[in-house]
């Protein structure tokens, strides 16, 4: 009896042990300028709305279909560093520092990717980095990365510190360096960033693969109702104004900018085909991102930074296929602080509780915790050009824009009746007055100082 007991013990054993909880790998793909409609699963949503009906992201829409996409994903700070920063850390950008694009990221930071790491996990980062012209890259143990925004072809990389050339367009490069990581590393949780160059602008022509320089041609984008409308702190816009951008055809402008997101999508099945082929695909989290939102001619802006809808939505895509359904749709406001709580959260590890940010986990899978936020803060403190220092509220119906310094040119608008923000109410009307008190307390919440230093 005894013996058969032992026997029976010794072959459950191995069972036992394939039955704990597995630690999920995480890959973390990040775009630098995707707005968030770019994407074909979205304009079929549109539909005669949608701005450019006939373009397609397949490997994208491949994501979708087989994890969760948030369809009110937003930025927290419109520009690039700081977008970064901020997935980076789960904190607002003015605590974790990186308040501009010039700013280096703080090596002693706290991250998903430092804490990863101190538990076991294999860090890597790949691509674009951007946070000035550093070269660290802090939490990573492992980096194939460029310095500052790099170039388009033949962008040298530094590899663990080490000057190397490369030849190719560099998302396509980016993406080899990743895949030849993967494979040699697979055996042992990881947690990777790639971060791509595209769409960022000095974009079309010879910055193109030469697969993607023909594409589109014959095809048209079509304009919203606030293309026509200039931003508060702009003159009017002239006819000459709506139907360029950058002093170029707007449409053509627009080409290339879908050309770029489309060359990401290429890469984005590449890294999909690497999980399959290497038996990753089930335990594996990739989330797709951006930096931040773009403007495509509304309100006559080509860039990002203000807080109107397009410098602020981003596209935001988990999966996560152990746990996580297929082809969900989550409406509830996520920022992009969410991120580095949902990792630690995942990997079974406490968040940190300097962490602005919620794990997205129970939203995934179907399950709206009572206290989930329904707003967020949005800041922008003035570097390039002539956006102005700004702050404000989103909500889930409604946004108040506020100008520290031109408080004449505060902006309130009922997000559900006027999606396109084209009409200003009363700032002492009942909504105004009701989003002041919403950010009032969130800026107590994080202890938001309003007033910047430039103007």
Same mark, same amino acid.
């Given at each position: ?63 979708a279909a087989g994890g969760v996409r ?105 993406t080899d360096f990743t895949i030849d ?16 160059? #595209? ?5 079309? @022509? *010879? ?5 993607? /320089?023909? %594409? &589109? !041609? ?71 991102? #951006? ?5 495509? @001619? *509304? ?5 990002? /930074?203000? %807080? &109107? !809808? ?26 992009n602080q969410d991120l580095a709580p ?114």
């Amino acid at each position: 009896m005894l013996r058969s007991f032992i026997s029976f013990a010794l072959a459950f054993v191995p069972f036992l042990a394939c039955s704990e909880p597995t630690r999920p790998n995480f890959i973390f793909l990040i775009a630098d300028d995707h707005r968030w409609d770019a994407m074909s699963t979205v304009q079929k949503e549109h539909g005669e709305k949608g701005r450019y009906p006939w373009f397609e992201t397949p490997q994208l829409d491949r994501l979708a279909a087989g994890g969760v996409r948030f369809r009110n994903a937003f930025i927290t700070h419109s520009i690039c560093s700081p977008g970064r920063a901020g997935f980076l850390t789960g904190q607002y950008t003015h605590v974790n520092g990186v308040m501009d694009n010039e700013t280096p990221f703080p090596e002693n930071a706290v991250t998903h990717a430092t804490l990863l790491r101190d538990a076991g996990y294999q860090t890597a980062y790949f691509g674009k980095w951007h946070m000035g012209n550093q070269v660290a890259r802090p939490g990573f143990t492992y980096a194939a990365s460029f310095v500052d925004q790099g170039i388009y072809q033949d962008c040298p990389f530094v590899i663990n510190g080490n000057d190397t050339p490369s030849t190719g367009w560099v998302d396509d490069v980016s993406t080899d360096f990743t895949i030849d990581w993967l494979k040699k590393n697979h055996t042992k949780p990881f947690s990777l960033i790639l971060g791509f160059k #595209s769409p960022h602008n000095r974009r079309g @022509g *010879e910055n193109l693969p030469e697969r993607l /320089r023909g %594409l &589109y !041609e014959g095809k048209t984008t079509r304009r919203t109702p606030n293309c026509d409308l200039a931003a508060i702190y702009h003159k009017p816009l002239t006819e000459e104004d709506k139907g360029k951008e950058r002093g170029l055809s707007a449409n053509s402008v627009h080409l290339d900018y879908l050309r770029h997101v489309k060359g990401i999508d290429d890469n984005v099945g590449r890294i999909l085909d690497s999980l399959e082929e290497l038996k990753l695909t089930e335990n594996t989290v990739v989330v797709y991102s #951006s930096d931040n939102g773009y403007f495509l @001619g *509304e309100r006559g802006l080509g860039d990002k /930074r203000a %807080l &109107y !809808e397009e410098g602020l939505r981003i596209p935001f895509i988990v999966r996560y296929p152990r746990l996580f359904p297929k082809g969900k749709l989550v409406d509830e406001l996520v920022i992009n602080q969410d991120l580095a709580p949902t990792f630690l959260d995942l990997a079974g590890l406490p968040k940190n509780p300097a962490m602005h940010g919620t794990s997205l986990k129970e939203l995934a899978q179907g399950n709206k915790p009572a206290d989930w936020r329904t707003s967020f803060l949005a800041i922008y403190r003035k570097e390039l050009g002539d956006t102005p220092t700004c702050h404000g509220i989103r909500t889930e119906k409604a946004k108040l824009i506020l100008y520290p310094h031109k408080p004449e040119w505060t902006e309130v608008f009922d997000l559900t009746n006027d999606p396109y923000e084209l009409n200003h109410l009363p700032i002492d009307g009942p909504l105004a007055k009701e989003l002041m008190q919403e950010i009032e307390k969130q800026m107590k919440a994080v202890n938001f100082n309003p007033i910047g230093k430039r103007k």
